[in-house]
């Protein structure tokens, strides 16, 4: 459990940080918010590489930095191993030299993988004896995912590792990232302003803006309100736990299974069992007062109508609605509620047009 | 320009110039990093008082740095009469002070060297050292000094050409002895003042501009070297 309060204002620029929250021991934690916000300075302060005007900062019951009584642990002892957005190997060490650079320094006795198993891990034996200068962008970000791990960290900061990449050395890190979350135990505090790594990787998200937390929580809970901003976005909409039910090759379909329905997408990859989650975009999501005919749309499914909340625009409106104990939400036009007297309670078919798979996205 | 055989004063003279030199490189080269790296990376009142004070041979007339370097280390100034009474050691008129001179003399031109070498170090590189246990000497022993070294070879290489020209100081503080503190500049000077010297001069002053010449195109050399080898193209 990672606790942080912290104020700090900036001479120049007059920017303001004012944030308190807590992040759980274990899983993903993402600071999501524009850029400016003040992200990367909550890493920093964390890291012990910037020292704020005020406020405390506790891991478990450790204290790395109290200003009410002087406590600092400086960046050595903090034990954060901190992945960059612009990877920040050593130029004159070789691969291999920069990978055992933490590791040689961890305490003794502390607990982590070896060499071998992040080598392997990460898929760069072939890179040891490179210079980092001659390596591709993706290769320098999974070596020094691969450095930071070594060197035994209790907490991984990561300030938007994959922002410097383009989508396809992205898609050639992501999993690598996945991987590592699904080992349990360290737990990471993810910097990003991308959705798709968030839908990919969080477990809990902290919502920022100009310097301040407006809500912290579950993902899933988070996206499915409808009063931050990120509801105004294009890809607003709900994030759906699911498992992948079976693969029909004939058809060229998977099915999907969440609580209280499934989805069938295009046929995916994942093995049958697999747990994932896919973001349902409220765009992407019309009604129907009756069963709808003659539809390319695969996914229709039985819904009540829970709630009509305020929509991103005066003219819009957000539908809430429930499908089994799962939550699904609709954007759609004031004009569209009154025309179809749309009312809580009522019995619809929520007409689902594309469903986001975890990374990259698939439509239905 | 013929070069001919030189006489055993005029080796004499070329070795002491590489000699003096070598050993005023050494002397300042450990202080002039760490002076360089307090300007760089230092927050501390009165840096600006520092770094006037380093760069202040370069603009003194270098007959004053001699003077004052008589002035203090002379067998009556403050460090000259304790070195003496306590150590045994005349410092005056000898090879020491001429390599003592050359190295003050000399001594803003490394920091200045060794000072773009460190700014071409990115911090965040030593942040991340920091990050990943190495504490401040560590990281300033295996991140810092490593990708500055361009720099240091660089300062060391310049200021060695540079130190075997030194004339003013020298002669001021060490005076014009043959065999002991005649360097090539002063063996240049006195020829040109003797009859017939003309010939000697000459050899001397080509010998003077070649190794001069051989000195800036090594440290050119090791230069690109050293950024190969740091992964900067």
Redesign the interface.
Known sequence: MLSLSLSHRFADGGFALDVAFEAPGAGVTALFGPSGCGKTTILSAVAGLMRPASGRIGRGGEVLFDSSSGIFVPPERRRCGVVFQEARLFPHLSVAANLRYGLSRAPTGAEGPGLEEVVDLLGIAALLARRPGRLSGGERQRVALGRALLSRPRLLLMDEPLAALDLARKAEVLPFLARLRARAGLPILYVTHALDEVDALADTLVLLEAGRVLAAGPVEALAARTDLPLAARRDAGVLIGCVVGAHDARRGLTRLDFAGGSFLVPLRAEAPGSVGRVRVRARDVAVAIAPPAGLSVQNILPATLAEIVAGPSPHEAFLRLAVGPTTLLSRVTRDSVQRLGLRPGQALWAVVKAVGFGFGGATG | MTMGWLSPEEWDAVRLSLSVSLRAVAVSLVPAVFIAWLLVRGRFPGRVLLDALVHLPLVVPPVVVGWGLLMLFGVRGPIGAPLLEWFGVRLVFTSEAAALATAVMSFPLIVRAVRLGIEAV?P??E?????????RF?TFL??TL??MSPGILAGAVVAFAAGLGEFGAVITFASNIPGETQTLPLAIYTATQTPGGDAIAARLAGISFALALAGLLLAELIARRMHR?????
């Open positions: 990115d965040g590189l942040a991340t050292a920091r990050t990943l246990g190495a504490g560590d295996t991140v490593p990708l080898l740091l992964g900067r193209g």
